[in-house]
């Protein structure tokens, strides 16, 4: 998939696409206000590594840990901490260790696969949280579109672990107790290519080449019952790519089943947010988990 593309309509991820930087000066004032521990390996596949990247603050951690889905359109690239930093730094600045995750990306890997991937990151977490300086019991989890996704998934459709497995990691549970989604997709089975209804810009998603079966299992509307993550919903009105009706649908359910939520709309904004709308997104995220990881 072209580049520029996915930068039109991802613009919550922005940083998977570019590794640029002012000059190495602005980047050293930018990251000097936390640590950055890259590449921690949480899994393999196929011989690959799973990897995150710990952005913990220098000063006044406040113990809780919050998962930054790396996603659009359900890649996941590297990209250099100080770039990642643009998009963890409010959370650091409030005293929150960040775990960049990146997850098998498309279109090598498929949408069940990465929402496996990421379950994965949070139960290593969870098991080396001493390691990390944080609270296993104060998980959080964030991330646009794709990776609001991914976020909701956790949100929703999370377990206990399974105490019979051999692998150590399996055994722990992934279950987070507050998310946050921007423009957000919620229910696969009307955006996969099977799906009469799909949106002809659908299909240059090679990650949507789901079944309608897979699709329902990886749709977070499909999976929201009463003990679900505290969640904020975060969307545009003009959003065309992925309609605020995703947004509205889940928080409907959540509001059902009694799950702690809110829904903020952003009034002519499309699949992402610029300026003040880009700044009072990421002051409610933080708020969100002050409240809800406090």
Not at 45 to 50: D, P, Q
Not at 128 to 147: C, K, M, Q, W
Not at 187 to 192: A, E, K
Not at 262 to 286: C, N, P, S, W, Y
Request: hydrophobic content about 40%.
């Amino acid at each position: 998939m072209h580049t520029r593309f996915l930068l039109t309509i991802f613009a919550l991820s922005i940083f998977l696409c570019h590794s640029v930087v002012a000059d190495d000066t602005e980047v050293a004032d930018f990251v000097a206000d936390f640590n950055v521990t890259p590449d921690v390996v949480y899994g393999h596949k196929y011989g690959l590594a799973l990897t995150f990247d710990v952005l913990t603050p220098k000063k006044n951690a406040n113990g809780a840990g919050v998962l930054f889905m790396v996603s659009g359109g359900w890649y996941s690239r590297w990209a250099p901490p100080d770039v990642l930093a643009k998009w963890t730094k409010p959370l650091t600045d409030h005293g929150f260790t960040v775990f960049a995750v990146r997850h098998g990306s498309s279109p090598k890997f498929s949408i069940p696969e990465a929402v496996e991937d990421v379950r994965r990151s949070v139960r290593y977490i969870r098991l080396n949280a001493e390691r990390f300086h944080i609270d296993p019991d104060r998980l959080g989890v964030y991330g646009g579109s794709a990776g609001g996704h991914l976020s909701l998934m956790l949100g929703t459709a999370s377990d206990s672990g399974n105490p019979k497995a051999t692998d150590p990691v399996q055994r722990v549970s992934d279950r987070v107790k507050a998310v946050v989604a921007w423009v957000a997709p919620t229910d696969l089975q009307i955006m996969v290519w099977e799906a009469p209804q799909h949106l002809p810009a659908y299909e240059k998603f090679p990650a949507l080449d789901l079944s309608l079966a897979q699709a329902k299992s990886c749709s977070p509307l499909v999976h929201v019952t009463s003990d679900d993550a505290s969640t904020l919903l975060i969307a545009g009105d003009k959003d065309t790519l992925v309609p605020i009706k995703h947004s509205r649908n889940i928080y409907a359910a959540f509001q059902k089943a009694k799950v702690p939520s809110q829904l903020i709309v952003m009034e002519g904004a499309g699949h992402g947010f610029q300026g003040e709308q880009h700044k009072r997104a990421f002051d409610e995220t933080v708020a969100w988990f002050k409240k809800h990881l406090k």
